[in-house]
């Protein structure tokens, strides 16, 4: 299987070309290089090179609720692309718990803490952590990747769907200069609304059952192309509904009828949020001076399909904008980076009451950290748990492999994120 092209840097740091794992290789085993990070994997060469010739690289973000995308090419091939998974979920969880805790002072014999004075104003750009959250570690893994590779530009998915069209779908000619986009707009726009499943009876979408986009009222009944009256349904569905009303055609099932009524009004949420998420990261993105492309999310699924590729976040990172047609994959292995935090300020974990329940963490002598990535004597490289002042243990699902500090290698500093490469 192909894998990323590894990063390069000069005895000075400056980033050079990136390079094929063969050529990695060959410098490792001539010893013209040293490993400088294991992830993302980059070498150091021992040498400073002056005037390099430098190949440009454009750098392409698919951001996401849950993942965001990283893909970097060259010449119209991914030479290195990642998938970002994000905590958004298990932040806003951990807020609510302890705002839960203080909130419960009040009812329990502990100390009492004072109210705040109502006098703290957000700013204009102010956004929940949960969302910031994301806006902040897809710039800091930006900035990493400018660290170790010479970027030229940056292109980024802004929207998911371009309003526009979705307001006047008979726009055409000079007004509407994309051709087929437009249909590609309108259908991601109502796959994500619908939860990618027929309407009318409920089943998932798949490479056998097609979801097509169908009129609520149908336009010989006096219905338009708005996009509040129109749904996704399977193939059988719209062929079985035909022309009907959606009255007649579920008159035994007044409450599906319904809901389908209520949803084709209600606004897409998540979509809102992501886009929000996305300005703001276009507005960090902006600051770093290099040039920036942006596109819809229509035009990144019509690239990806005009180009054949499979489903993924970082394939879709890869097809962003209109670099992103005709482009050929030169690794299948993307790395998977999930996000877990660097520590927690709490000393103590609490129960269920809100009560401490365990003992203040303790500081050891050693540089080792839980959450270092090291190698066991044996070979086995994993996460690394700190058990005592001079014990450690590496977790692999319900594996567990403990010994001494000089047992353990350290391959890799805790930095906030956990990483594993994916199989196929």
């Not at 930006?142 to 010479?150: A, G, H, T």
């Not at 059988?236 to 009004?265: G, T």
């Amino acid at each position: 299987m192909q894998t990323n092209y590894v990063f390069l840097i000069d005895t000075n740091k400056n980033p050079l070309n990136p390079v094929h794992p063969a050529r990695a290789r060959e410098l490792l085993r001539k010893d013209k290089a040293n490993v400088f990070r294991m992830y993302p994997f980059t070498l150091i060469l021992k040498t400073a090179i002056e005037n390099p010739t430098l190949k440009a690289v454009e750098l392409k973000i698919d951001p996401g609720s849950k993942f965001t995308g990283l893909a970097l090419l060259q010449k119209g091939e991914i030479i290195w692309k990642a998938n970002l998974e994000h905590r958004g979920d298990e932040i806003k969880d951990d807020l609510r718990k302890r705002a839960g805790v203080r909130r419960s002072r009040r009812a329990r014999k502990t100390r009492y803490r004072q109210p705040r004075f109502l006098n703290r104003k957000r700013s204009a750009r102010w956004l929940p952590p949960s969302l910031k959250h994301r806006v902040s570690t897809t710039v800091t893994w930006v900035n990493r990747l400018i660290k170790f590779v010479p970027i030229t530009s940056i292109a980024m998915e802004l929207v998911r769907f371009d309003t526009q069209k979705l307001q006047n779908s008979e726009i055409d000619g000079v007004e509407y200069q994309q051709g087929e986009l437009l249909g590609y707009e309108v259908r991601e726009y109502l796959l994500e609304k619908w939860g990618r499943e027929c309407a009318y009876c409920g089943k998932p979408g798949s490479n056998i059952r097609k979801l097509e986009v169908e009129h609520i009222i149908p336009k010989s009944k006096g219905g338009s192309d708005r996009v509040s009256n129109l749904t996704i349904a399977c193939n059988c569905c719209n062929q079985k509904k035909s022309d009907n009303l959606i009255e007649l055609f579920l008159k035994k099932k007044p409450e599906l009828i319904q809901k389908i009524k209520d949803q084709a009004k209600a606004p897409l949420k998540d979509a809102a949020c992501i886009n929000s998420t996305r300005w703001a990261l276009f507005t960090c993105l902006k600051d770093k001076g290099l040039p920036l492309e942006t596109a819809t999310g229509g035009q990144t699924k019509f690239n990806r399909i005009k180009n054949g590729f499979d489903k993924d976040h970082c394939i879709d990172a890869a097809c962003v904008g209109t670099s992103g047609f005709g482009i050929k994959s030169k690794t299948e292995q993307p790395l998977l980076i999930k996000c877990s935090g660097l520590s927690s300020r709490q000393l103590t974990r609490n129960d269920k009451y809100g009560f401490p329940c365990t003992k203040a963490r303790t500081r050891y002598e050693h540089k080792w950290q839980t959450g270092d990535i090291a190698s066991y004597v044996d070979g086995t490289v994993g996460r690394v748990v700190v058990q005592s002042s001079n014990r450690l243990e590496i977790r692999i699902g319900k594996i567990r492999i403990s010994g001494k500090l000089n047992k353990f290698n350290k391959l890799h500093r805790k930095d906030g994120y956990n990483y594993s490469l994916k199989t196929a």
